[in-house]
């Protein structure tokens, strides 16, 4: 399974597998309009041999939605359109939080980076953290992911 943090610049691309618990950064895809985002992550999913992508949703910190919400909404009901023949799950998970706690991860790095370097780090981290925040929820409701 992959999973997403969908940004207005960048996508930060995760994968990983139920039964291992962890997920492993695989980068970002610049964002260049849905017509081109949803094919970059159909193919990422196939890369990875994925059967569901979780898409990060950005609530507010008191469960609220905001205009960043909707829109990453509107780009998984995208995506789960092209995905549905593929038999590929799109769900969505809480992401609260995730970008602070990557941002930390991430900040506390050595190594110099270009600015678009960092962001695109920082995206893959939040979808990392997507992902296991995803796993771990699903292992201990006992529940089957893909």
Do not use: C, N, W
């Amino acid at each position: 399974m992959i999973a997403l943090d969908v940004g207005d610049a960048r996508i930060g691309v995760a994968a990983g597998e139920l039964g291992s618990r962890f997920a492993f950064g695989r980068g970002a895809i610049e964002r260049r309009g849905t017509r081109h985002d949803v094919p970059a992550v159909l193919e990422a999913a196939a890369r990875e041999g994925a059967a569901t992508v979780v898409v990060g949703l950005p609530l507010r910190l008191d469960g609220s939605e905001s205009p960043q919400t909707q829109r990453v909404r509107a780009f998984a009901e995208a995506l789960a359109a092209a995905a549905a023949g593929r038999g590929l799950a799109v769900v969505l998970e809480d992401e609260r939080l995730t970008t602070r706690i990557a941002q930390r991860q991430v900040g506390g790095s050595a190594l110099p980076r270009t600015r678009r370097q960092e962001k695109g780090r920082l995206d893959e981290a939040a979808a990392v953290l997507i992902l296991e925040s995803y796993l771990e929820r699903t292992l201990a409701s006992g529940g089957d992911a893909g």
